[in-house]
């Protein structure tokens, strides 16, 4: 027995999508080979956002004609991207009402992957964690955060010492590749042993989920499509995506990292360095044993003023 809820999402969407396609353009709608994105193919869209929103507690009933819109729009820009969609998902029916059954049974299987792939490696992501945690927790402070690094090098060797020329070593060929945090992490995850790694259904899952969230308009939508054919680098979403954006995706592949300590990194700008150079400092220091795991020196007792991370005592005494 379908239920009450799914028959409600069902309606709302495919009267959505009427919506969307007797308002376009007449000549948008002859690009599409075959005429084949009906309101029945384009609400398989809508059904699947609002199973999403439904899920997690959301509402975005106020935005489901809009961005089914964009969806609409984003394949008559780009018919080519409708035709590997389906050939991605071995959809194979030409006639349009069993098109319609088996692209979506096929699209709402493939997000169903995704997700189950997510749920099953989210535990290890959060361990992995750390060097993100130390890049935002410290954001806003980090100017200030620069005595402690600064502090921990002078106590051992200083900055011709053997810990100064190993942290240079390690850290400036990153940064220098760098321009940007968005550079900086599409770096991080194109080179994170999970996360390059993914599958083409956890990768449709992510896109699917951002776009969902992300209401600026900046973001274009053919990122999206390209995206669920694995057609787009973690570098090239960043690159498109506003910073609200970056902030979700952080918060969805570290469920560990406090929403606030992210909103407030971002909110100082990111066009400089500084921060996550100050971060990759920290956990590189951390990672070697000589700051503990909120940032404070082991062994040693600092005055950081304005950090709102207290100083410990340790009663091992100092160096």
Same mark, same amino acid.
């Given at each position: 027995?379908?239920?009450?809820?799914?028959?409600?999402?069902?309606?709302?969407?495919?009267?959505?999508?009427?919506?969307?396609?007797?308002?376009?353009?007449?000549?948008?709608?002859?690009?599409?080979?075959?005429?084949?994105?009906?309101?029945?193919?384009?609400?398989?869209?809508?059904?699947?956002?609002?199973?999403?929103?439904?899920?997690?507690?959301?509402?975005?009933?106020?935005?489901?004609?809009?961005?089914?819109?964009?969806?609409?729009?984003?394949?008559?820009?780009?018919?080519?991207?409708?035709?590997?969609?389906?050939?991605?998902?071995?959809?194979?029916?030409?006639?349009?009402?069993?098109?319609?059954?088996?692209?979506?049974?096929?699209?709402?299987?493939?997000?169903?992957?995704?997700?189950?792939?997510?749920?099953?490696?989210?535990?290890?992501?959060?361990?992995?964690?750390?060097?993100?945690?130390?890049?935002?927790?410290?954001?806003?402070?980090?100017?200030?955060?620069?005595?402690?690094?600064?502090?921990?090098?002078?106590?051992? =060797?200083?900055?011709? &010492?053997?810990?100064? !020329?190993?942290?240079?070593?390690?850290? /400036?060929?990153? %940064?220098?590749? $760098?321009?940007n945090l968005s550079d900086w992490i599409g770096g991080f995850f194109d080179r994170h042993p999970l996360l390059n790694a993914l599958t083409t259904p956890a990768k449709a899952y992510i896109y699917w989920s951002i776009w969902i969230n992300?209401?600026?308009?900046?973001?274009?939508?053919?990122?999206?499509?390209?995206?669920?054919?694995?057609?787009?680098?973690?570098?090239?979403?960043?690159?498109?995506?506003?910073?609200?954006?970056?902030?979700?995706?952080?918060?969805?592949?570290?469920? =560990?990292?406090?929403? &606030?300590?992210?909103? !407030?990194?971002?909110?100082?700008?990111? /066009?400089?360095? %500084?921060?996550? $150079?100050?971060?990759?400092?920290?956990?590189?220091?951390?990672?070697?044993?000589?700051?503990?795991?909120?940032?404070?020196?082991?062994?040693?007792?600092?005055?950081?003023?304005?950090?709102?991370?207290?100083?410990?005592?340790?009663?091992?005494?100092?160096?």
């Open positions: 027995m379908i239920s009450p809820r799914k028959v409600a999402d069902k309606y709302l969407a495919l009267e959505a999508s009427r919506w969307v396609i007797k308002t376009s353009p007449k000549s948008k709608i002859a690009s599409i080979a075959g005429n084949e994105i009906d309101e029945n193919i384009l609400s398989v869209f809508g059904e699947g956002m609002l199973r999403y929103a439904s899920i997690r507690k959301v509402s975005i009933l106020k935005g489901l004609g809009r961005k089914l819109k964009e969806i609409y729009d984003a394949f008559q820009k780009a018919p080519d991207l409708w035709k590997k969609l389906k050939e991605m998902l071995g959809v194979v029916s030409t006639n349009q009402i069993s098109l319609y059954y088996e692209f979506s049974e096929k699209f709402q299987g493939l997000l169903d992957d995704g997700e189950r792939w997510w749920a099953g490696v989210k535990s290890e992501m959060e361990k992995d964690s750390k060097i993100i945690r130390f890049v935002f927790q410290y954001a806003a402070n980090a100017p200030t955060l620069t005595s402690i690094v600064q502090s921990v090098i002078d106590r051992n =060797g200083g900055g011709d &010492g053997k810990l100064a !020329k190993e942290m240079e070593r390690i850290i /400036n060929p990153v %940064l220098r590749k $760098a321009r992300v209401t600026e308009l900046s973001w274009k939508i053919t990122d999206l499509l390209k995206g669920f054919l694995g057609l787009i680098s973690w570098s090239d979403l960043l690159k498109g995506l506003p910073e609200s954006g970056i902030g979700f995706l952080v918060s969805l592949l570290f469920p =560990g990292i406090p929403r &606030g300590w992210i909103s !407030k990194s971002l909110s100082i700008g990111w /066009n400089a360095l %500084l921060v996550p $150079a100050v971060g990759l400092q920290l956990y590189f220091l951390y990672r070697k044993g000589l700051i503990n795991g909120e940032g404070i020196p082991v062994h040693i007792t600092l005055a950081v003023p304005k950090t709102g991370v207290e100083p410990v005592h340790s009663e091992s005494g100092g160096f």
